[in-house]
């Protein structure tokens, strides 16, 4: 809990005009966290956690059109949405910042009040990138900017050998973390991109923009508080509770026996820098046919409400005992494993909080916003490290074993309905505590040395759902020979034609995508700069995307296609029972193994 300095006022999430022109609010336990955890890296001179949100928009452009021209209506569209954007979604223009008079972090929005600050807003936020044979993906992954405010690069890809009536723009969002989250990022470029539409086909009658005279205001999000409407002070229960949840009492297991388990994590280059280099990131994709076979093995085969997520996950701790299978916890420091020791994979579950939300704030009106909760206990999963299973009923036995505990855990947080929710602003100021951040480093007086490399480095997972439910792929611009390719004449979508020899589909397929502005390749990450890694698992257009951020001072590339390759063996052998050997090419080949362009 906070101790504000005497005489000051207790937290105030609403916002208020404090200025002429100027908002300003106390940001909320959340928001701190992420403000305080920018602090704590800042001397690397990076930003831990700094959002980047990746949209890829085509057009084919009909032959009776002129591909510059529309070329043209489209960067010209993007501007205009973007400013649109930040009249219905202004907090994506706030600021945090630490106030040293009140001893509190802060948020502040400032208007527009003339053109001249307008095009400057612009100038600033919405920055043109002009590559050469390297794409949105590419770009993002190539250490790009981390500005202090959300920005949006437009990248224009110039490939040679390219179809000239064929337009590319991809969207690269920068924002910290403080301003908005994952979900709420695809909620973001979604909503962008829909705006770009409707002003390439209403043209002048959409570029209107409205005045930035403080009436946006009205739009500010607030914070996940204020929202999910939690009462300033728990009730007794949640108090309670939330006390035994900090206590971090031992597992049962360990009172039992005089060998606790030790703490597995990701390998890493112990020799290495000190201080975190590049954040990247990697991905690799299932195709339909692939995520369809793990979906009817979920349904015909697991316990209801097994989901992906819990499937891979169950593989990530699998894969980090493999990995520890050497009779030696990952830290370089650690003593050796006694016959009956165990291991144990410790992570934590970030849940999307926007359905806990009242009305309006749980819909994308507010996807500018850090709506989301840790749980008040860890995930902890205990296994042998030494005796590892040899048949395929045993290593079957046990992912089903793992999988089981996984499961519980996301369905305790997820039926905790009474409490959790409540209680994630106290666990998120449990995490700002401590991370012990000094008042001298917030407010800038000092800076503390980067935290080192960590001796149990951790390996999280992140769930973006169907990002089809988020993100629409077709966009009509209103030219000539747009007919809404959502679907062809026989009723299937594309990505159900996927991979079909038929000619006379594909015809079908490019005719009717000609003039219409199609979404490609949407995903988001947060900048790495611990040595542990982050998987984020989405789908889109049939397809589930599995990708891995991670800093490259302590991790190679190599090493993490290695790390994704292991976690798909350990999902298809579990799903082919042991049939198929992904190593030989079993079934996922066609997809193959995808860096950045």
């Known amino acids: 809990m906070r101790v504000l300095k005497a005489g000051l006022k207790s937290d105030d999430y609403t916002w208020r005009q404090t200025r002429p022109g100027i908002w300003q609010r106390d940001a909320d336990e959340a928001e701190v966290f992420y403000s305080t955890l920018a602090k704590l890296y800042e001397g690397s001179g990076r930003m831990q956690f700094a959002i980047t949100g990746h949209i890829s928009l ?16 489209l960067d010209e569209s993007l501007r205009i949405a973007w400013l649109r954007q930040r009249y219905e979604t202004p907090t994506i223009a706030s600021k945090a910042h630490y106030d040293a008079l009140d001893g509190k972090w802060k948020k502040s929005y400032r208007t527009i ?7 400057a807003w612009l100038e600033k936020t919405f920055r043109v990138v002009v590559t050469t044979n390297q794409g949105g993906e590419a770009w993002g992954n190539s250490d790009p900017p981390a500005p202090h405010v959300a920005t949006l690069f437009v990248v224009c890809p110039v490939f040679e050998k390219r179809d000239p009536s064929t337009i590319r723009r991809d969207l690269v969002l920068r924002s910290p973390h403080d301003i908005i989250d994952g979900i709420g990022t695809l909620h973001f470029l979604n909503s962008l991109v829909t705006k770009t539409a409707q002003a390439f086909r209403e043209g002048d009658f959409f570029r209107s923009v409205p005045v930035f005279d403080g009436s946006e205001a009205s739009n500010l999000s607030p914070p996940y508080r204020v929202a999910a409407n939690i009462p300033f002070v728990p009730t007794p229960e949640q108090q309670a509770r939330l006390d035994d949840a900090l206590k971090s009492a031992p597992k049962p297991d360990d009172q039992a026996s ?8 990701i390998p890493y280059n112990t020799q290495g820098p000190l201080l975190p280099a590049q954040s990247r990131r990697f991905s690799v994709f299932w195709s339909q046919e692939q995520l369809s076979a793990l979906t009817t ?9 097994t989901t992906v997520t819990h499937v891979f996950h169950a593989a990530i701790a699998l894969v980090l005992r493999s990995l520890n299978n050497d009779g030696h916890s990952t830290s370089a420091n650690a003593t050796p494993l006694v016959p009956e020791q165990k291991v144990r994979y410790t992570n934590y579950l970030l849940r999307n909080e926007r359905p806990s939300c009242i009305p309006p704030y749980h819909s994308p009106a507010h996807c500018v916003s850090v709506y989301h909760s840790l749980p008040a206990t860890k995930l902890q999963i205990d296994m042998a490290p030494s005796v590892l299973p040899q048949t395929m009923n045993d290593r079957r036995a046990e992912f089903e074993s793992i999988l089981a505990q996984i499961r ?9 309905e009474q409490h959790h929710a409540l209680l994630a602003p106290a666990i998120w100021a449990e995490w700002t505590r401590q991370l012990g951040v000094p008042e001298q480093v917030l407010n800038g007086e000092e800076q503390m040395d980067v935290p080192r490399p960590k001796e149990v480095p951790s390996v999280s997972i992140s769930s973006l759902g169907v990002v089809d439910k988020i993100v629409k792929k077709w966009h009509s611009l209103g030219l000539s020979g747009s007919e809404g390719p959502e679907k062809s004449s026989s009723g299937e979508s594309k990505s159900k034609r996927e991979g079909s020899k038929e000619g006379g589909e594909e015809e079908e397929y490019e005719k009717r995508r000609e003039g219409t502005l199609e979404v490609r390749w949407p995903w988001v990450t947060g900048d790495e700069l611990s040595n542990g890694l982050g998987v984020f698992l989405g789908t889109f257009d049939g397809r589930l995307e599995i990708s891995c951020v991670y800093n490259e001072a302590w991790h190679s590339e190599a090493e993490v296609k290695d790390f994704l390759s292991s976690l798909d063996f350990y999902v298809q052998e579990w799903i082919e029972g042991g049939l198929m050997n992904p190593y030989d090419g079993g079934g996922w080949e066609p997809e193959g193994w995808r860096g950045f362009r």
Do not use: M, W
């Not at 519980?408 to 905790?416: G, I, P, R, S």
């Open 113 to 119: 009040p003339d053109d001249a600050s307008a095009k």
């Open 408 to 416: 519980e855990f996301y369905t305790a947080v997820k039926d905790d």
């Open 297 to 305: 093995h979920l349904k015909t085969h697991c316990h209801p409400g």
């Open 58 to 73: 085509t057009i084919k452009v009909p032959q009776d059109e002129d591909p510059e021209v529309v070329s043209k209506r």
């Open 258 to 265: 005089e060998l606790a388990p030790v703490e597995i994590g």
